[in-house]
Structure formats: C-alpha cells, structure tokens
C-alpha cells in the first residue's frame, strides 16, 4: 500500500473515533500526561495508551489501550485546592488489553476526568492487581454538558 492509502485509512480510522459530544477532545489528541506515584512514573496519552514506568529505568508497561468513553459517578470530598473528582457524573476513559499481568488479567485503567485549569494527573491507585485508577483534570470537561465540575475555582459547596 502506498502512503497515500495509509494516511486515508489512519484519517478515516480517527474520523470513526469518538471523540465525546462535539469532538469536544479531539484537542487532546497526541498529548500525554505523566506523574509520579510509589515506584512507578504512570502516564495517560490521550486517546492512545496507559504506561507505567519504573522509576529506576527500565522498560516500560502498557497499562491498556484507548477503548470508550463511559461516564461513571464519583462521590469524593473535593481538597480545598479544587485538584480532586469532587461528587456527581464524570467522563471516564476506558483502557483495556494492557500488558498481561503474571497469574492476572491484562493491565486495564480507568482515567477519570474533572474540570481544572490545566491537564494534571491528580492521583492514581492500583485498585486491584494490574487494575489501575487515574484521577485526571483537565479544561476539556469544564464545559462538557453536565459533566465535570463547574469550574475549578468554584466548587458546588462554597456557590
Ligand atoms: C508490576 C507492576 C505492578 C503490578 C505487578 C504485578 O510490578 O505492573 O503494578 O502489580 O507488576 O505482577
């Protein structure tokens, strides 16, 4: 196949994408976002991949791969500094099919978004073995019809 074809078929494939009501994330795409926890640096790619990198070096981890947008309900107390889910609906971005985990499932994480100023991993849990949980902010839910927080400077409890 030429590069032509290539580039049509990988423009299509992206347009079949779902990029959430109005493509409202389509500016992420191509971005990623990392922090360190434990031993472990984790990094959210949007709409790509999941990784998990030790600390120490060596190779990487594939913690899953982009699948769906799902929306789930959070019920947490928001820290003072705004940088947390707060309570009610969110986006959730669904990664599965990561790297198989010894006597385990293959990697999975859960990358649930809240409204902040700019994209930051807030927080991230390995819930269960090789089931990962990231809390994520990011402006592009601040505006998203019900979901997210209303904004990162006004949490519902000080309105
Ligand atoms: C690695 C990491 C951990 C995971 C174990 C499972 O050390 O991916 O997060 O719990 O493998 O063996």
């Known amino acids: 196949m030429n590069n032509l074809q290539n580039q049509l078929n990988s423009d299509k494939e992206d347009l079949d994408k779902d990029y959430g009501q109005d493509d409202i994330f389509r500016a992420l795409k191509g971005q990623c976002v990392s922090r360190d926890a434990g031993e472990y640096t984790y990094e959210v790619c949007w709409f790509d991949r999941t990784k998990q990198k030790s600390r120490k070096g060596g190779a990487e981890t594939s913690l899953g791969d982009f699948v769906r947008i799902d929306s789930i309900m959070v019920d947490d107390d928001l820290p003072p500094d705004g940088k947390g889910l707060g309570s009610g609906e969110r986006v959730a ?27 930051e991993v807030w927080r991230v849990v390995e819930e269960e073995k090789c089931v990962y949980r990231m809390e994520v902010g990011t402006p592009a839910v601040c505006s998203a019809a019900g979901n997210g927080k209303p904004s990162a400077a006004a949490p519902k409890d000080e309105l």
């Open 93 to 119: 971005l669904r990664y599965e099919n990561g790297q198989h985990c010894w006597n385990g499932p293959n990697r999975s994480t859960l990358v649930v978004l809240a409204c902040a100023e700019k994209d």
